[in-house]
């Protein structure tokens, strides 16, 4: 299997993880995540997996109406067995709304969002926020690596941690979050 997707694969099954131990209760509750609940953050992961993945490849995930972790699933599952298929990370893609892309170019992109994500969720619903600190090490060298803009219809301004944070601390906090953020 290829490391971009095995690394985009442990974000992912971190995300599942989190969405499946989220009590019923803390669905509706505000996330870091100006004004999104718990739950529009898993719609918004689904949303980008959708937009920027499965449907450029003709894939359709079959998710439930409710639930949101058996949502996700469903996303993770079509995702993982569209991206398991001969040649399709170098597949060119026509991306909804315009311009062209391949899956490799946007997995990695994915894979730091489906990290911040996931702290979000957890942190919504008062859940320890675990995040693989070597996937978050790798998403904040490539961020020191790109011309990343700051779009400030996207991103807080970037949050100041010390330089013994953890990579998880530092990555949030780069996308605008305190990490002791608490709903």
Known sequence: MDALVERHRRACAGFGAVAHTVPD?????????????A????EHVIGFHDFLLLRPLGVRAHRPREDPAARWDATSTALFAALASDGVLDRATELPGGGTSTPRTMIGALTTDVLVHTWDLARAARLPAVLDEELCARGLAA????????????????????????AADKLVAFYGRDPAWEP
């Open 25 to 37: 209760e803390s669905w509706s509750a505000p996330s870091p995540c100006t004004e999104w609940t």
């Open 39 to 42: 739950r529009d953050v898993v």
């Open 143 to 166: 961020l020191g690596a790109s011309e990343f803009r700051r779009d400030p219809a996207m991103f807080g301004p970037e949050f100041r941690v010390g330089d013994n944070a953890s």
